[in-house]
């Protein structure tokens, strides 16, 4: 597998991660200040990929000196204890909340399988990593990398420990601004099985209150800030108004869905070029939501 190594600006690089051969899915960004950083690191089973991808940076894994998650989802993160190992000089930021996950993974690989089945085994178990070196990043987190930080601001909603990475008018912005399909120039919602729909919104609304030149997605690739998070908000919101009429109308999971196919322009094409590991994404969002509007409607 070969990796080509693309450069976003004087100290942002970043790389197709290719897990399992699939392309477009998995970006892995680099920052190379003074310190060196690596944000995200993918599931266990690319770890081959993401020795290559750095090494076509001229560096090698004792180099690193930071290894950032945007939060501990096996696509983001499965593979941290495994580089973990390798990058010896390295120490992992992550949200307090995750802290002891990943230092004790029976829960979270559980949890995983519970929520991902087959997937989870294709993306394989993560190892752990020592609590030495882990930084519990609370929410305003600053840490200096040489010419610039790069700074935690929590965005929970796709997942209660998830963080947008800010560095200069940057974000590594994980699935806090949902999948963006530069093919399709769109971005559709993502959810896990547990999604908080006000705190999603809340998230992508502070995202927006900074002054950002680009999103800098794991699905997939940089994109231009500008006029980008309103119109994510508009399509998260669009998608609940759908998916709640849907569970009105007693409607199942997959039948909201082809009302989605029918009225999101490119999204059915989003689907189709879907590989193994996110066959089943849209319908997850799907029942993600759904999930939430039983949630609200239990409290009432
Ligand atoms: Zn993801």
């Not at 690989?109 to 085994?121: C, I, K, Q, T, Y």
Request: glycine share 8%; charged share 25%.
């Amino acid at each position: 597998m070969d990796i080509s190594l693309k450069k976003h600006s004087e100290t942002i690089f970043w790389f197709d991660l290719c897990p399992n051969d699939e392309s477009d899915f998995i970006s892995i960004y680099l920052v190379i200040d003074e310190k060196i950083a690596l944000i995200e690191t993918g599931p266990a089973c690319s770890h081959s990929n993401l020795v290559k991808g750095i090494e076509s940076a001229g560096l090698t894994l004792s180099d690193i000196d930071y290894i950032i998650p945007t939060h501990i989802h096996l696509d983001h993160f499965g593979g941290g204890g495994h580089i973990m190992e390798s990058c010896e000089n390295a120490k992992a930021l992550v949200h307090p909340k995750a802290y002891k996950h990943v230092s004790e993974i029976d829960a979270w690989w559980e949890g995983s399988r519970d929520f991902l089945g087959r997937v989870a085994e294709l993306y394989g178990k993560p190892k752990p990593i020592t609590q030495s070196r882990l930084i519990s990043a609370e929410d305003g987190y600053e840490l200096s990398l040489g010419k610039q930080s790069i700074k935690a601001l929590h965005t929970p909603g796709h997942a209660p420990h998830h963080i947008t990475w800010i560095y200069g008018n940057e974000a590594f912005v994980g699935d806090s601004a949902g999948l963006w399909y530069p093919d399709l120039d769109k971005s559709f919602p993502v959810t896990p099985g547990y999604y908080r729909h006000d705190l999603a919104l809340q998230s992508i609304e502070k995202m927006e209150s900074i002054n950002l030149d680009f999103l800098l997605y794991t699905h997939f690739g940089p994109r231009s800030a500008k006029n980008t998070l309103s119109q994510t908000a508009k399509e998260f919101e669009l998608w609940m108004d759908i998916v709640k009429e849907g569970v009105a109308r007693n409607l199942t999971s997959t039948q909201i869905l082809d009302v989605l196919f029918q009225q999101r322009p490119g999204l059915l094409e989003s689907n189709k070029n879907h590989g193994v590991h996110q066959s089943g994404t849209h319908l997850g969002t799907v029942e993600g939501m759904m999930g939430w509007i039983r949630r609200e409607n239990e409290k009432r």
